[in-house]
């Protein structure tokens, strides 16, 4: 399924599209058609899966533009949830011109008066305290509404939130949809259902369970300016047998394909907008192995069953733990093993520790390759190529000419100069990668700390719970960990012999 299946307005699409999503997660896949029909929804489905589009869309879809009081109310547990959802909703409305506004408590109530006022919001996101404060004080009317979302009803629940929520929802016309999402489904989310939701339609998505044991997972830290540098270096370090580089974008896939081709590399590209004809061949050269690299979106590898891929190459993380387990589900097929790398900037951190959770495996961190090693990389590349000649002994046509060669030259001179000919440095060559917003901030870090943990609980961890780009380790400081440290010490040994180590077999004699 496509986004643009579900009958959504072109200036919504439009925004999909320049977000970088195509393809509808599957809690939006079953949550969006119901809601769009106007019923009401009771969806369960873990962080990280797409939630906020699940209930925005349908929400931004049937809003009155021309009107200038609130038609949607979402209620959040936390203030940077809620900050978080009217930072997506403004994304994904924002060709529309719809106008969204957040309150939340420990701010001043009084701009955010003000700003109620002159703004006169269509949608209103906020924490329930805060709601229900401005409802009081006649600020926020809720008469004329159209759609009530709560969004994580379980931890609003166990926030002891349920009086206020209560309150909230007697206020709202009876005549509204409402869109109700929660991780769990308790006894106590289950009676709130049944008490203020309309015969809603259950959706529940489970999370995706991943069991690609074969695949080695890796990520790397770094600007998104840095990422195609650090591709290249370690695409040669690596030199993989055949790899699929995946892009949030088809903008994206456009430009690294091209800088790919451009660097020397053997690629080619498939997207949404490649012709039907164009991407069957494409697909044949890939699954044949004439191809080495290949860039795709998400959409466009869907299906792809080729058993010879060795790299994953995440070039852009995904929006969701789903996508990444699809991604990585390319590689270590028939037997074979793999192995997955995720480029992330600073601010998707939150992204790659969800996909951690609810795969529930860690990857590693990778320190990228530097200059010296990617040559050492496409030296080994081409030595390997020169023992396989050797070995088929497909050399004859040439012997000749190289007792010439030899004759003239010093043998050390004459291997140098062929070298330098044959591998030539391609990071002088301009390639062009426009710069891409990172996802939306997750706020599952913070709202951890509304369960009773301490104000300064993220600086207590800091200095034991992050991971560097160099580190070979996580939180190595634990007892628990410190056994592991010794196989990622050696792991990260063998990744620089692999690097620099060259053995050129002997030509065995006839």
Known sequence: MNFKDLQLKAALLEGLEEMGFEEPTPIQQEAIPPALEGSDVVGQAQTGTGKTAAFGLPLLNQLDMDADYVQGLIITPTRELAIQV???????????????????????????I?????????IVVGTPGRILDLMQRKVLKVNQLSVLILDEADEMLNMGFIDDMRAIIRQ???????LMFSATMSSSVKQLSEQFLHQPVQVKVKATQLTADA???YFVKCRDDEKFDILTRIIEVQNPTQAIVFCRTKKRVDEVGRALSVRGFNAELIHGDITQQKRTSVIREFRSGNLELLVATDVAARGLDISGVTHVYN???????ESYVHRIGRTGRAGQSGQSITFVVANEMDYLRTIETLTKQQMSPLRPPTEQEARAGQLQHLIDQI?????????????????????HYEPNDLVSALLSEIITDTTDIDVQISPQKPLPRSGKNQRSRSKGRPSNYRKQR????????????????????KQDKPNQERRKQDQVNRSNNFSIRRKQDS
């Open 462 to 481: 800091k200095g034991s719970g992050n991971r560097s780009r160099s580190g070979g380790g996580r939180r190595s400081n634990q007892g628990k960990r």
């Open 215 to 217: 695949v080695d997972q």
């Open 172 to 178: 709202t016309p009876d005549s509204r949809q409402t």
């Open 387 to 407: 023992n396989d000649k050797l070995t088929a002994n497909d050399v004859q046509a040439y012997r000749n000419s190289a007792k010439l060669l030899l004759n």
């Open 114 to 122: 003000e700003r109620l006022k002159r703004f006169k919001p269509q």
């Open 86 to 112: 009217q930072e997506e909703l403004y994304r994904l409305g924002k060709g529309l011109k719809a106008r969204s506004f957040v309150v939340y408590g420990g701010s001043s109530i009084g701009k955010q």
């Open 315 to 321: 070039y852009d993380i995904p929006q969701d733990p």
